[in-house]
């Protein structure tokens, strides 16, 4: 690979809204692509760019190349990276002992998720998490490309 791939793109390119969508990387050029679960669908059914709208069209070049060649590799997703772990992670981490005790409360029986945000959110420590969880996942990209041999910057 001829330059180093950057490593606030690799982050973004994992944070997907879609536990089902993946990105991937090619390791020659660096490009990243990331793939939805149409655009999946589109390739195995091998559909025609043609009969596609223009910007859906464009794409699927790379997604078919990204889906298909031995020089892509697929990023860390929502298996890999265990985003109730890191929340775990950051409720240990908080020094107020009251607050520790309410995040991990939350993160216990059903609608984790869901209350865990609503705790944070009462409790003002969103951007801590945010802060948190975005230096997760910075150390989750730099282990893969790490164990990948892929320069980073």
């Known amino acids: 690979m001829a330059l180093p791939v950057s490593i606030r793109e690799v982050v973004d390119a994992i944070d997907l809204p879609n ?12 490009e990243l692509v990331s793939v939805t679960d149409e655009d999946r669908r589109l390739v195995e059914e091998g559909v025609d760019p ?13 997604v078919r190349e990204a889906l298909e060649s031995d020089r892509f590799l697929v990023l860390p997703g929502s298996f890999e990276i265990h985003e109730w772990s890191i929340m775990e992670e950051f409720a240990y981490g908080l020094t107020d002992e009251e607050s520790r005790a309410e995040v991990l409360g939350a993160l216990r ?13 009462r409790l003002g420590i969103e951007r801590d998490w945010y802060r948190y969880r975005e230096s997760a996942l910075e150390g989750i990209a730099k282990e893969w490309l790490e164990a990948h041999n892929v320069p980073y910057q």
Not at 20 to 30: E, H, K, P, Q
Not at 50 to 62: F, I, T, Y
Request: charged fraction near 20%; aromatic fraction near 14%; glycine fraction near 14%.
């Open 19 to 30: 536990n089902d969508w993946c990105s991937y990387l090619n390791v020659d050029t660096g």
């Open 50 to 62: 043609d009969e596609l709208p223009g910007w859906q069209a464009e794409n699927l070049p790379a």
């Open 109 to 121: 029986g059903r609608g984790a998720f869901r209350n865990f945000r609503s705790t944070i959110g």
